[in-house]
């Protein structure tokens, strides 16, 4: 079993985190006069810097205990953390796998990390043979697997997950952003059997919040201290926790917001294959579908014209667009104007 503490970047074991004011003080509180907040206003405190009642709500729908649970100003701060507790600046490296969501290399760019791009294979899954050799770098900390993967919207298989889980000695991060609309279980469930397991989640696309920057992560308690020590103090504020709060709250409208997206990916998935514009509609597991287009540049331009915005992956997925389920009337009109294209 890896030994998370001895993958940590020695300033980081060494380092003594910043002491807010509400570090101090444990009990019921009624008077403030520790932070030189100002006494007026209603967001005149600063917020629980660990979002203690949040994690609470989260460990109860979720199933995993608080102690498990870091969470972050989006899964981009998240990701920047794995980077900045585990990796060597201009030494270390990081692993993922392409086509794959691209803050994983802009955040390895940031902190001077080389990261190692393995295709996936045809249908867009890992490949275990073309990945193991690498395991074998003692350079190698990190390894970031999206599932289900934008842009490609599949989940990845388990077992092939588990396969590298198993034999890595560094951390492995799996993003799931998605898997409220897959039907694969959460990599949730094997946290006790892999200590070096990280599960990223987000309350950006289920949850409806987008806005409010609230990222997820499930990982073993001491994993959870290294990251409590290096994150700013405050990094998610009492407006957001609070709307985090309410969405939990409201976990029957979710459930049906999230099948009506299924739905309509569902249907939206149908007539796309009926076009003659479209070469490929990749089977989602996400609320997204990505499509192979005869000429992806011409027709996200016409969309464009039409006030339509979906996203050119052209560079990423050669003639690929990646298409958000909307409204189902967002869906027609999307509908609408791809039968007119002709190409």
Do not use: H, W
């Not at 003692?138 to 092939?160: E, Q, V, Y």
Request: hydrophobic share 40%.
């Amino acid at each position: 079993m890896t030994d998370t503490d001895k993958l940590l970047r020695e300033n980081i074991r060494s380092l003594v985190p910043y002491s807010c004011a509400r570090d101090e003080f444990r009990g019921k509180d009624e008077i403030f006069m520790d932070a030189n907040e100002n006494p007026y206003g209603t967001l005149n405190r600063y917020p629980d810097p660990y979002q203690l009642e949040l994690k609470s709500s989260i460990s109860r729908i979720r199933g995993v205990p608080e102690e498990n649970i870091f969470l972050g100003n989006g899964s981009d701060e998240i990701i920047d953390l794995c980077f900045r507790i585990f990796c060597n600046p201009g030494f270390d490296k990081a692993l993922t796998f392409s086509p794959t969501y691209g803050m994983y290399e802009v955040s390895a760019a940031i902190n001077n990390v080389e990261l190692v791009k393995v295709p996936l294979s045809g249908d867009f899954q890992i490949e275990t043979k073309n990945v193991l050799p690498f395991l074998k770098d003692p350079r190698l900390k990190l390894i970031f697997i999206c599932s289900p993967n934008n842009p490609t919207g599949n989940s990845m298989d388990s077992s092939a997950i588990e396969s590298v889980i198993s034999v890595f000695n560094g951390i492995v991060i799996i993003d799931e952003a998605y898997i409220d609309f897959s039907e694969q279980p959460s990599f949730i469930t094997k946290l006790n059997r892999y200590r070096n397991l990280i599960v990223m989640q987000t309350f950006s696309k289920a949850m409806g919040l987008a806005a409010a920057r609230v990222g997820l992560a499930f990982m073993a308690p001491p994993m959870v201290r290294y990251f409590n020590k290096v994150k700013p103090p405050y990094n998610i504020s009492a407006i957001n926790q609070k709307a985090a709060l309410k969405s939990l709250a409201r976990s029957e409208l979710l459930k049906n917001r999230v099948r009506r997206i299924k739905n309509e990916r569902e249907r939206l998935t149908g007539c796309l294959r009926k076009m003659n514009i479209i070469e490929r509609v990749f089977k989602s597991d996400s609320n997204f579908i990505l499509v192979k287009t005869k000429n992806a540049d011409l027709i996200y331009s016409i969309l464009v014209d039409n006030k339509i915005i979906v996203r050119n992956r052209n560079k990423v997925v050669p003639g690929c667009l990646r298409i958000t389920v909307g409204t189902i009337s967002e869906n027609n009109k999307l509908i609408k104007i791809l039968r007119k294209i002709k190409i």
